[in-house]
């Protein structure tokens, strides 16, 4: 399984499918934020990351300019990855709260967390066309994973979900907390995305995101 995760993270590291997002990456690698302008952007696309035998596929919506972007790993060195990886901490799913780079030592245990788009779009919105690019990366990694719960950070993420599992026609709607088992058995599980525009206007609160993490491990014993 570790190999087979491994072959498709080269694959999609190295994807240049989409030239708008491709010019887009490369110069915000190459110009930089000046908080971070002696440091080496990452500016590709970014692989899954996690447990290989996660029981728990974490979908999130693109990787932060300077972000994931200029560190290289899904969530790690912005505000969303400073929301989101004390939660999994907090739950166990975590060994540690912070992440910074990809030499910091977080490892993650039964959750492997990737993302709807894989390279950082222009005002964080990947287009449709670009969004399908992806998504056989995306329906690869839960054919190798098999995941028992998917946690969607976002509409965008859950609509891509629905897309893959031919669950659309079920007329689920996206609300925080919401979970939903599909016929084939998997646990759809909602939560508002731990970007910035929600956690600081309160919309997303670190109870209620807790309480997704809660939910996961409910969802797991349920299976």
Same mark, same amino acid.
């Given at each position: 399984?570790?190999?087979?995760?491994?072959?498709?993270?080269?694959?999609?590291?190295?994807?240049?499918?989409?030239s708008r997002?491709?010019?887009?990456?490369?110069?915000?690698?190459?110009?930089?934020?000046?908080?971070?302008?002696?440091?080496?952007?990452?500016?590709?696309?970014?692989?899954?990351?996690?447990?290989?035998?996660?029981?728990?596929?974490?979908? !999130?919506l693109a990787?932060?300019?300077?972000?994931?972007?200029?560190?290289?790993?899904?969530?790690?060195?912005?505000?969303?990855?400073?929301?989101? =990886?004390?939660?999994?901490?907090?739950? !166990?799913?975590?060994?540690?709260?912070?992440?910074?780079?990809?030499?910091? !030592?977080?490892?993650?245990?039964?959750? =492997?967390?990737?993302?709807?788009?894989?390279?950082?779009?222009?005002?964080?919105?990947?287009?449709?066309?670009?969004?399908?690019?992806?998504?056989? =990366?995306?329906?690869?990694?839960?054919?190798?994973?098999?995941?028992?719960?998917?946690?969607?950070?976002?509409?965008?993420?859950?609509?891509?979900?629905?897309?893959?599992?031919?669950?659309?026609?079920?007329?689920?709607?996206?609300?925080?907390?919401?979970?939903?088992?599909?016929?084939?058995?998997?646990?759809?599980?909602?939560?508002y995305h731990?970007?910035?525009?929600?956690?600081?206007?309160?919309?997303?609160?670190?109870?209620?995101?807790?309480?997704?993490?809660?939910?996961?491990?409910?969802?797991?014993?349920?299976?």
């Amino acid at each position: 399984m570790q190999s087979r995760l491994d072959k498709l993270n080269q694959e999609i590291i190295s994807c240049r499918k989409c030239s708008r997002l491709v010019a887009w990456r490369e110069e915000v690698a190459r110009v930089k934020r000046k908080a971070y302008k002696d440091q080496e952007y990452w500016g590709k696309p970014i692989p899954g990351f996690g447990d290989p035998q996660a029981r728990v596929l974490v979908v !999130g919506l693109a990787p932060g300019a300077h972000g994931s972007n200029r560190t290289g790993r899904a969530f790690t060195g912005d505000a969303s990855g400073g929301f989101l =990886y004390p939660a999994l901490h907090r739950a !166990g799913f975590a060994n540690q709260p912070s992440a910074v780079s990809r030499s910091d !030592g977080l490892v993650l245990k039964e959750v =492997y967390i990737v993302a709807a788009a894989r390279c950082a779009p222009p005002a964080n919105k990947p287009t449709p066309e670009e969004l399908h690019n992806c998504q056989p =990366y995306l329906e690869q990694e839960i054919q190798i994973l098999k995941p028992e719960v998917i946690v969607c950070l976002g509409r965008v993420a859950f609509e891509r979900i629905l897309g893959i599992y031919a669950a659309r026609r079920l007329g689920l709607k996206f609300a925080h907390g919401a979970s939903y088992q599909l016929e084939s058995r998997e646990w759809i599980l909602c939560s508002y995305h731990p970007s910035q525009q929600n956690t600081l206007t309160g919309k997303l609160t670190a109870k209620m995101f807790d309480d997704i993490w809660v939910k996961t491990k409910e969802l797991l014993q349920h299976e």
